[in-house]
């Protein structure tokens, strides 16, 4: 027998791919269960409707992210090289889970309270991977940064506009091209660097 926990978690895995492939209003309930082999009735005990599946699966996606990116960062002492590599996997991130993310947008406002927690989370824990990075960069005399919390704050507001700077030139693609997606790493990139040129000690 499977317990709960290993189920939540094949549930969350088979909507993941599908939402990944098909984003939220194309793909069912049914199908996911059916790529399970299990009931809908199964995957109602865990999760009430769609939307609560959809934004446990964000949930479930970006932890894992930031675990990985944590993890990552911990082996990297230079904040450059460390900035560099969050924002390689940052990008990697949004591309593997555009059409997920895309869909996002318009679940905030079908389930306005559940998605406003995830998103919210997702916003701490990117301010803390940042502020990780701009605490080792003080320590090991790289940086001087006096408010650490509010200067990720900013650099994250700096990353996520330019973002949808660059995606708001391209509107109209239904996926942005791997061209795209470097154009947007490359100029987060520049900015990055002179952000932490501006914090050098």
Not at 48 to 63: C, I, Q
Not at 141 to 165: C, H, K, N, P, W
């Amino acid at each position: 027998m499977i317990n709960a926990d290993k189920k939540r978690t094949l549930i969350l895995e088979a909507a993941t791919r599908r939402f990944a492939h098909f984003g939220l209003t194309k793909t069912t309930m049914a199908e996911i269960a059916k790529d399970l082999s299990f009931s809908k009735a199964l995957l109602y005990y865990y999760f009430p409707d769609k939307n609560s599946l959809y934004a446990a699966v964000l949930e479930h996606v970006m932890r894992k992210t930031f675990q990985e990116i944590e993890e990552g960062l911990n082996a990297i002492n230079d904040c450059e090289e460390a900035m560099m590599y969050m924002l390689d996997k940052r990008i990697a991130f949004i591309t593997k889970y555009y059409t997920l993310l895309e869909y996002s947008m318009s679940a905030v406002q079908q389930m306005p309270d559940e998605m406003a927690c995830v998103m919210g989370e997702a916003k701490d824990e990117e301010i803390e991977l940042i502020s990780a990075i701009l605490r080792k960069g003080n320590a090991n005399g790289q940086l001087q940064v006096d408010d650490v919390a509010e200067t990720a704050e900013i650099i994250l507001y700096a990353l996520v506009g330019m973002r949808f700077s660059v995606l708001s030139d391209i509107k109209g693609l239904l996926f942005p091209t791997k061209e795209e997606f470097d154009r947007i790493l490359a100029l987060q990139k520049k900015m990055a660097i002179i952000l932490l040129k501006g914090l050098r000690a």
